[in-house]
């Protein structure tokens, strides 16, 4: 397949680690940055394939609406979940497990 160029804007510290990477590598710029996004790609697109699967989903959901497993897992990593908090990442959880429920599969 061609490639086909495209212009877009990056951070001046963002495209300095870029060109660490690159030159680390003995690959071009374009050649690393489109590694990274093939990698960051795939590992998102079989994130949201896993959310999509309803055993997946209920399982993850089952657990994470759980506020004492929630508070044990913020202290096992140093931090407290106060009441606010699970609320609205309960609600957050809720919007992204009913979004993949009712999906047919993709052809």
Same mark, same amino acid.
């Given at each position: ?11 001046? =510290?963002? *495209?300095? +680690?870029?060109?660490? @990477?690159?030159?680390?590598?003995? %690959? !071009?710029?374009?050649?690393? &940055? ?26 993850? =959901?089952? *657990?994470? +609406?759980?506020?004492? @497993?929630?508070?044990?897992?913020? %202290? !096992?990593?140093?931090?407290? &979940? ?21 999906k047919k599969g993709k052809s």
């Amino acid at each position: 397949m061609a490639r086909k160029p495209y212009s877009f804007s990056l951070e001046p =510290g963002l *495209i300095k +680690r870029i060109d660490r @990477l690159a030159k680390a590598t003995s %690959r !071009s710029r374009s050649q690393t &940055v489109e590694g990274l996004l093939q990698a960051e790609l795939d590992a998102n697109e079989a994130l949201a394939a896993g959310w999509d699967n309803p055993v997946v989903r209920e399982f993850f =959901g089952g *657990i994470l +609406r759980d506020p004492l @497993l929630l508070g044990e897992i913020a %202290r !096992s990593v140093g931090t407290e &979940v106060d009441q606010k908090q699970l609320k609205l990442f309960n609600e957050a959880l809720q919007g992204s497990l009913t979004k993949g429920k009712g999906k047919k599969g993709k052809s």
